[in-house]
């Protein structure tokens, strides 16, 4: 089993370190990861996007022109990628800014109000998590306590005691998305 | 891990001395991890952000000359700063360590990745005929691999030894097996290593003397064919590249580095195409794989030579194959990486010929 | 008296230092640079530190001092050996580790490796031969080169508009917080080749107490690219070089 995924949106909403949180639960239950960044001064504000391959095989190719599932969270990442998903493939999407919705017929289409959940429940910095919770639901590649098991690993010590309001905001994830 | 950060922890881990270094993008996570690990506590290995890049590999100078297994690492701008110092240790027979992670040119180009550093790390770069042992990794693993293996090739040759990686193997993050530790050398370890090394004339031997300088024509010939000859022995001794369905491939892929990954995708969408394909990867990029690709064009119809650059490696594989089959190149520029499709139409375009 | 019975060991009165190889220097004859040689390879003795000692050539007459001092010796690329040195002395902290440049290796081409390399406070001596030109390729113009002093590349002087100023190095070493010890000193007469001397040493001894860098100027002469006889050049450095480039200590921070 291979699941190739794109995840994308602004700078600052945790894309990358979502993407990170994937592979590293990837890696804890013994799979084949790559983390694939489009680094550089997107990093700060602009559009940000990363490759994670998790398969049980060892990955041949990191940089990808089609993807299994791609994971949006603004109107410019949607525009980008919701070509480049397979056919019978899956897209998660954010509704906040979303002016022009999805329209493939030919693939699954999930949404989650993670941004607007987020902002009313003090989750902003959690954002990310309530977004990856939304695809695992969707995407079971890996358990939830293997992710929780990966925010122990990269989390600095000091940050150990957020650990608790990361899996509720996976949780709530997993509730909040749905089809649309 | 990032293929960045596995350099550092591989460079703490198989006894380096010593790293000087200069930030620019995309490989500045080296010296930050170095940085952050803080290796002078437990190793004793000396971590100096230098003021420049011509500075750093003249620090690689000094200490390479000295008998310590020490390093470099920059980007492409900083490498083409470096050439100077890279072709004095060459000259006066240095081991050492330089790590290019590189990123698109000419000029200031772009902060993503490309391999159009090719011609320049294995052709000379520098001024005067000389050769740099040259490793191309294709994964985070061995990133952290090649650390030891560069170096230790770059002593038992008294030659400096580089990485060329670029920005996508640089930034990416995999699964890596990290080296065990290893003890940096001591004193006497040094010395008997390295009888050469100027690091004081203990029991008061006659001076070491470490320079690229002849200036009498006869004296400095004598120094060229002794370097000559060193790099045939290299080139006798030292190829290495992996091979990935060769065996019955009707048309072969040679690639390097993070387009050698891509290649493997294409192979097998080759193949689920009906077409015979294989992968040939450079691991030595310098000494280049040319009798092996030359006895593959007894087998191959056609050549496909992927890179991220405007066609620089494509040039040694066709004096390999000599004519005899068709070579094609294919790439892409300032920083965009080739996709698996788009390759696999251009083998689709030899395939046909 | 026969010259056997003077040449008896209980009769020396001076004799070549026992770190100065026995070879032909190619130095100008009123050349500076064999007296500062003569100097640094007594230091060293005296300090007892032969087995120790790690010193850096520069590119530029004083190119070849690997051949004339007998300890081991790194030659650097142009500009470059207060980088060398910088990794060295890390790399080998309890060896004497110097570099001996002349002006236009260290106040042109490698004026950020000195800057840095003082500025970090590594703890090396930099020995500094300031003769006003770039002796080695034949006369051209230094940044150290005076205000109308005729070279190869000014040949009608040098001109504050088309050239621009002399660079006075030492004085912005002496400014860094890096360096412990910034002196300038000449070798033209016996009472300043004692104090040159001394100065050396404190620098040496500085560098291994690890308190920082030192530099060492030696204002000196050229009679080769000056067109002067030794004997004039000397004169012509104190009436014309002294002024702008005073001698004495600039720096010395005691502990």
Redesign the interface.
């Known amino acids: 089993m291979t699941h190739e995924f794109i995840l994308s949106g602004f700078g600052g909403q945790g894309v990358l370190s979502m993407g990170?949180i994937l592979?590293y639960a990837g890696?804890m239950e013994g799979k084949?990861?790559?983390?694939?960044?489009a680094?550089?001064p997107e990093q700060r504000g602009g559009t940000a996007n990363v490759t994670v391959i998790i398969s049980d095989d060892p990955?041949?190719?990191?940089?990808?022109?089609?993807y299994d599932t791609a994971v949006v969270l603004n109107q410019p990442s949607l525009d980008k990628f919701e070509s480049k998903v397979k056919p019978g493939g899956t897209l998660i999407y954010d509704s906040y800014g979303i002016n022009v919705p999805p329209t493939r017929e030919d693939i699954s289409v999930y949404r989650i109000d993670a941004m607007e959940k987020a902002a009313e429940g003090d989750m902003l910095k959690v954002f990310n998590m309530i977004v990856l919770g939304g695809v695992l639901k969707i995407h079971p590649v890996v358990s939830l306590e293997s992710v929780l098991q990966a925010l122990r690993k990269t989390l600095p010590e000091r940050h150990h005691h957020l650990i608790p309001q990361n899996g509720q905001a996976l949780r709530l994830g997993m509730d909040l998305v749905r089809e649309g | 891990m990032k293929g960045n950060e596995a350099i550092a922890h591989a460079a703490i881990r198989t006894g380096c001395d010593g790293y000087f270094g200069y930030p620019i993008t995309p490989q500045s996570e080296i010296l930050e991890t170095l940085a952050a690990e803080k290796p002078w506590e437990t190793t004793g290995m000396v971590v100096l952000q230098a003021e420049s890049e011509t500075a750093s590999i003249n620090m690689v100078y000094g200490g390479a000359a000295s008998g310590k297994r020490v390093m470099t690492s920059s980007s492409s701008p900083g490498i083409s700063l470096m050439q100077e110092g890279i072709s004095y240790m060459a000259g006066a027979e240095l081991p050492a360590l330089i790590v290019n992670v590189s990123r698109g040119g000419p000029g200031l180009g772009t902060i993503q990745p490309s391999q159009a550093d090719y011609f320049q790390t294995v052709k000379g770069g520098g001024h005067g005929d000389y050769r740099l042992i040259t490793l191309a990794p294709a994964s985070v693993q061995e990133m952290a691999d090649f650390v030891d293996l560069a170096f230790t090739l770059a002593f038992r040759y008294r030659n400096p030894a580089m990485i060329l990686s670029d920005g996508a193997i640089g930034q990416m993050m995999e699964k890596v097996v990290l080296p065990e530790y290893r003890p940096r050398r001591t004193e006497e370890e040094i010395a008997a290593g390295c009888p050469w090394a100027t690091t004081g004339r203990k029991g008061l031997r006659s001076p070491n003397i470490i320079t690229s300088l002849g200036l009498r024509s006869e004296e400095m010939e004598a120094i060229n064919l002794r370097l000559q000859a060193k790099y045939r022995e290299i080139e006798r001794k030292e190829v290495r590249y992996e091979e990935y369905l060769t065996s019955d491939a009707e048309y072969l892929i040679v690639a390097f580095g993070s387009a050698a990954r891509i290649s493997k995708k294409v192979t097998s969408l080759a193949r689920e195409a009906g077409i015979k394909a294989g992968l040939l990867r450079p691991i030595t990029l310098w000494p280049f794989p040319s009798e092996r690709i030359a006895s593959l064009c007894g087998q191959v119809k056609g050549i496909l030579s992927l890179e991220i650059n405007a066609g620089q490696m494509v040039e040694d594989i066709r004096l390999a194959a000599g004519g005899r089959i068709p070579v094609r190149w294919y790439g892409r520029l300032g920083g965009i990486i080739p996709e698996p499709e788009e390759v696999l139409e251009e083998l689709k375009k030899i395939a046909a010929l | 008296m026969t010259t056997e019975e003077i040449i008896r060991p209980e009769n020396l009165v001076y004799r070549k230092p026992e770190l100065l190889n026995d070879v032909p220097m190619h130095y100008c004859p009123g050349c500076s640079h064999g007296m500062v040689h003569k100097l640094v390879a007594e230091v060293i003795a005296e300090m007892g530190m032969t087995e120790k000692t790690i010193a850096i050539s520069p590119v530029g007459c004083a190119v070849f001092a690997y051949k004339y001092i007998d300890v081991d010796w790194q030659e650097a690329a142009h500009g470059r050996a207060p980088a060398l040195a910088s990794a060295v002395k890390r790399l080998w902290p309890d060896r004497l580790v110097f570099t001996y440049q002349g002006d236009g290796d260290l106040a042109c081409i490698g004026t950020g490796e000195t800057i840095h390399a003082i500025n970090r406070g590594e703890n090396i001596a930099i020995i500094f031969i300031n003769n006003a030109i770039y002796g080695m390729t034949g006369g051209q113009m230094a940044p150290t080169t005076l205000l109308g002093m005729k070279t190869a590349t000014c040949p009608y002087g040098r001109d504050v508009h088309l050239h621009g100023y002399p660079l006075k190095i030492t004085e912005i070493a002496a400014l860094l917080d890096g360096s412990c010890y910034v002196t300038r000193q000449a070798v033209h007469t016996v009472a300043a080749i004692l104090k040159a001397k001394k100065a050396i040493r404190k620098a040496f001894d500085y560098s291994m107490q690890g308190r920082g860098a030192s530099l060492v100027e030696i204002v000196s002469t050229c009679s080769t690219s000056w067109k002067m006889t030794p004997e004039k050049a000397n004169r012509w450095m104190e009436e014309n070089m002294f002024p702008f480039y005073p001698l004495g200590d600039l720096k010395d921070s005691k502990p």
């Open positions: 990170k592979a890696l084949e990861v790559t983390w694939m960044p680094y550089g990955v041949s190719s990191p940089i990808l022109s089609t």
